[in-house]
T-cell receptor
C-alpha cells in the first residue's frame, strides 16, 4: 500500500535560514509527487509537483527514487513561508492522492 | 469561475445526531474527493469518486459514514449517529482526473460534535 511520511510535525527556522521539509514515500509503481501548502485562513493549494520540475516561491523539490524521497527545499526562508505543508503521492491512472500528516513551518525573525 | 464550494462552513451538532455535508465541485471536474483534516492526523482520505465508476470508499472510517455524488456533480457526505471523535474539518476537492493534475480544495466544513 502507498504511504507518505513527513517525520517533522513542526519545523522552526529563522528568517534567511535554509529550509528543508522532509517527505518519504512508499509505492512500488511510478509515483507522482506533490507539495501542497495551507497558509493561515486560506485553502489548501498546490505548491509544486515533481513532473513540472519548477521553482515556486523559491521552493524546489527533487524526486529521488533511490531514496524514495521528495524533500522540499528553499535556500532562504521568509516570514510569509510560515504555513502547513503537505506532501502527497499520486498513484495509478486515477491520480488518487495520499497525503502525509503535514509539517508546520514556522519562520521567525 | 467559482472554485469548490462547501456548505455549511461550520456545523455544531450533538452526539448521536446525523449530519450532511455538501460539496459543489468545479464544473467539468470528474474526480471528487473527501478528506478529513484533524490536528496531528494530517489529511485522512475518506472517499473518491471518478466519473461513472464505483467510488473508492476504502477510507471511510466506519459504516456511519457514507457519501453520494448525484449526476456526476454535487456530493453529500453523511455521518450518522455522530461521535465526538468525528469532530474535524471535512475537506472536499475536485480535479479533472488527468494523471498528475492538481486538486482544487474547498474551504472545508468545521464539524464540532458536542
Amino acid at each position: 500500500a502507498q504511504r507518505v511520511t513527513q517525520p517533522e510535525k513542526l519545523l522552526s527556522v529563522f528568517k534567511g535560514a535554509p529550509v528543508e521539509l522532509k517527505c518519504n514515500y512508499s509505492y512500488s509503481g511510478s509515483p507522482e509527487l506533490f507539495w501542497y501548502v495551507q497558509y493561515s485562513r486560506q485553502r489548501l493549494q498546490l505548491l509544486l509537483r515533481h513532473i513540472s520540475r519548477e521553482s515556486i516561491k523559491g521552493f524546489t523539490a527533487d524526486l529521488n527514487k533511490g531514496e524514495t524521497s521528495f524533500h522540499l527545499k528553499k535556500p532562504f526562508a521568509q516570514e510569509e513561508d510560515s504555513a502547513m505543508y503537505y506532501c502527497a503521492l499520486g498513484t495509478g491512472t486515477a491520480s488518487k492522492l495520499t497525503f502525509g500528516t503535514g509539517t508546520r513551518l514556522q519562520v521567525t525573525l | 469561475g467559482a472554485g469548490v464550494s462547501q456548505s455549511p462552513s461550520n456545523k455544531v451538532t450533538e452526539k448521536g445526531k446525523d449530519v450532511e455535508l455538501r460539496c459543489d465541485p468545479i464544473s467539468g471536474h470528474t474526480a471528487l474527493y473527501w478528506y478529513r483534516q484533524s490536528l496531528g492526523q494530517g489529511l485522512e482520505f475518506l472517499i473518491y469518486f471518478q466519473g461513472n465508476s464505483a467510488p473508492d470508499k476504502s477510507g471511510l472510517p466506519s459504516d456511519r459514514f457514507s457519501a453520494e455524488r448525484t449526476g456526476g456533480s454535487v456530493s453529500t457526505l453523511t455521518i450518522q449517529r455522530t461521535q465526538q471523535e468525528d469532530s474535524a474539518v471535512y475537506l472536499c476537492a475536485s480535479s479533472s482526473q488527468i494523471r498528475g493534475e492538481k486538486l482544487f480544495f474547498g474551504s472545508g466544513t468545521q464539524l464540532s460534535v458536542l
